[in-house]
């Protein structure tokens, strides 16, 4: 985490308390960085998180997995056999009318 303290000084301790302030408002994230701007007796906070890792999920043959590395053969095999439908329409404008 990089915190960059600008136009003042603060204290450790008072660095420590918004930083846990950050963390208490949205636990499920990572902070990235923090900028503490000072302004005579007031202090803005500029904060970005981490972004939060995505994995995409598919329903395949039955089963809810980011990927098939883990299935065996017959399994891997069912997964190659699977029919993929598409919804594009090969009908000309003139056979709909």
């Known amino acids: 985490m990089n915190i960059n303290v600008v ?31 000072v302004d005579g007796e007031f202090v803005d906070m500029r904060y970005e998180y981490d972004p939060v890792p995505f994995e995409r999920i598919r329903r395949i043959t039955g089963y809810l997995v980011g990927t098939v590395d883990r299935f065996n053969n017959a399994k891997k095999a069912e997964v190659n056999d699977r029919v993929k439908h598409s919804l594009g329409c090969s009908c000309s404008m003139e056979e709909i009318a």
């Open 7 to 37: 136009g003042g000084n603060l204290s450790q301790e008072e660095i420590n308390v918004y930083v846990e302030q950050l963390k208490a408002n949205h636990p499920d994230k990572y902070i990235k960085s923090v900028e503490l701007k």
